[in-house]
């Protein structure tokens, strides 16, 4: 099994929180720029120190950033064997879809002055995941890159991220956006959808206007007959991002974090990743913790003196406990998956972070991979 | 007074930080910790896989307050529920209130309305910790929900998704859009205790690693510059445990034959090279709050382990004490 390959230009990282989605992405990037394609690595929210490694700033947010891999031996802006990268956000994509799609400058500013979607990023549930997806889509379908390599937000709740597209659909079909074509209030100000309930509805619009508050209704209202004219160029676009997630050339490689309570999550974005009809790849247990080393019997390197405090476990007790757990896990999700193109990475004692170590992770991961 | 009898007088203490870190964990342990003080507390959690229920030991319950031991409660919390709960309790007709509830306005409301769902997080806490104790001034929903256990503290896991912040900021933004009516008066009183450190406890939780403590820096300057607040403590969770001093060293040749040693050397090395950054800059400033340490500990997730982590934030604080950082 190939990590890098020319039948898979679109490679998504996904996976929990805190596993190293971010670090393995931009190892892969950094294999397949040493391939010799032109790569491009969007991240978000990378470390400091990972940033630093790649030597993007804050300008990556508003564009693509060559990486400079001389220390790997390959020339800056070489034509073959480049790497970009880019940082994700969510906030100026969507203002940049805005702009694209409003059909003048006065609705424009109406939706961004908007005080509901000024507050819409943070609310809507996976818009940051949809963002992501977006931006894919964007730099997919201008073709500059032989290989695009995303890493997607921390989302504990896998389902945030792939049904990001559709959740947008609804949300802009749903029922708010149908009444806000038509006008919220009437002559008399009152709302149209409780006016038609008599006694009982004036009652309801009471109890709206007090529990709902009549500011933000009018503040989602305008927010939607101002959406209305994007209305129609976002939901294509929806559903065109949809269909590149479940398109041929698209991978997705989930990363998991070592030990059994991670098998839940792993299994559960797995079994997702199917029913959406997307092609899943290699399933990569990080972070492994090393199990019963044959050469494990130099005792007495490091006495266990104060074993009577519970909370100083011997570290080599622990670290053998660990190795258990987590070989227990690998082979429950092995068990759980069968089939599945299963590997595993080992605990490293660095985190790697600069580009020798970023190069190296990634030639570690492609070896395992081809070995199975 | 330690740090641990300080939270347990809080009414309200939400535990935060980045996903990975370990805060159910830490949840459930600092719920175990209070109940020993005398306490009656319930945890909280935000999330259908009941881990909170799992690391104290109790069944899955589908979101009914359960019991976990003396004084103690947990609980799993869907927070659309809360929100149409109020509704029911405020529409008292039961017809007209089905009607609200499927109206798409309402639904649009409880789905897309900044900030909603974080307070109904909040407010339930706060909620059923009321009952009983405001009967003269309640006014029906305010005073909490019935069949629930009188409470002294509410232990809230705090879900990962998002900045802890945005949880903690919420009764403001919704206190600006919504001004009267049970959500605006929620909204307010929320707002209210969440910036009253004295009723409400934030406790942050990291791992002395790049990325957690970075975020963690960053929770306590968002929370000083949005509520003007500082967080009461810090638990650096899943440290690998400290090589012993006393030991003879090897040598850098005996760790190549000795890889295990070797990496519990260097990670617990990369552990204290990250807790002394991190604590260097918690330290700045007024009256930094005092920082616990936990070690990771080889034991499956259950009622064994939540105990023991427990019992090591109870030593953590009690050193904290002693060095003067409590």
Known sequence: ?372 | MGILERLARRELVVVTGKGGVGKTAVSAALGVALARRGRRVLVVEVDPRENVHQMLGVAPSGGAIVSAGPRLWVQNLKPQQVLDEIVREQVKVPFLADRVLASAIYQQFAAGAPGLKELAILGHGFRLRRRGRMDGETDGWLGGTPGAPELDVVVLDAPATGHGVALLAAPQLVAEVIHQGPFGRLAAELARLAADPARLGVAVVTQAEEMPVEEALELRTALAARLDRAPELLVVNGLYPPVYPHAPRAHAAHDAEDPLADLWRRRRALNERELARLLAAWREGPAPSPVLELPQLPADRGRALTEALAGCLEASAAAAGEAGWS
Not at chain 1, 28 to 34: K, S, T
Not at chain 1, 97 to 105: F, G, M, S, T
Not at chain 1, 229 to 240: D, H, I, S, T
């Open chain 1, 1 to 372: 099994m190939e990590l890098i390959s020319a039948r898979h230009p679109l490679t998504i990282f996904v996976g929990s929180g805190g596993v190293g989605k971010t670090t393995l992405a931009a190892a892969a990037g950094v294999l397949a720029a040493r391939s010799g394609r032109g790569t491009l690595v969007m991240t978000f929210d990378p470390s400091l120190r990972l940033k630093d490694a790649l030597g993007v700033g804050e300008e990556a947010r508003e564009r693509e950033v060559p990486v400079d891999l001389t220390s790997l031996g390959l020339g800056l802006g070489a034509e073959r064997g480049r790497l970009d990268a880019s940082l994700l956000d969510a906030r100026r994509t969507f203002d940049r879809l805005v702009e694209r799609y409003a059909p003048d400058a006065d609705s424009r500013q109406r939706i961004l002055g908007n005080r509901f979607y000024q507050h819409l990023s943070g609310s809507l549930g996976g818009i940051l995941e949809y963002m992501a997806v977006e931006r894919l889509f964007e730099v997919a379908a201008a073709g500059r890159y032989d290989q695009v390599i995303l890493d997607t937000p921390p989302t504990r709740q896998a389902l945030d991220f792939l049904e990001a597209p559709r959740r947008i659909v609804g949300f802009l079909d749903s029922g708010a956006l149908k009444l806000a074509l038509k006008p919220w209030f009437d002559a008399e100000g009152r709302l149209q959808a409780t006016a038609r309930w008599g006694g009982l509805g004036r009652r309801a619009e009471r109890f709206l206007d007090e529990v709902v508050g009549l500011d933000l209704l009018r503040d989602m209202a305008e927010f939607f007959q101002a959406f209305a004219p994007l209305y129609a160029g976002f939901r294509e676009r929806a559903a065109a991002v949809e269909a590149l997630l479940a398109a041929e050339r698209t991978l997705f490689v989930l990363v998991s974090g070592p030990g059994e309570e991670r098998i839940p999550d792993t299994l559960f974005f797995a079994r997702r990743l199917e029913q959406a009809g997307y092609r899943l790849g290699p399933i990569v247990v990080n972070r492994v913790h090393p199990r019963n080393d044959p050469r494990d019997t130099a005792a007495g390197a490091i006495t266990p003196a104060a074993a009577t405090d519970p909370c100083r476990p011997d570290g080599r007790e622990l670290l053998r406990w660990l190795g258990e757990r987590d070989h227990r896990g690998l082979r429950s999700l092995a068990d759980l998956l069968p089939g599945r193109p299963l590997v595993s990475l080992p605990l490293l004692a660095e985190e790697p972070t600069d580009l020798p170590a970023l190069a190296a992770l990634g030639e570690d991961l492609e070896r395992r991979l081809a070995a199975l």
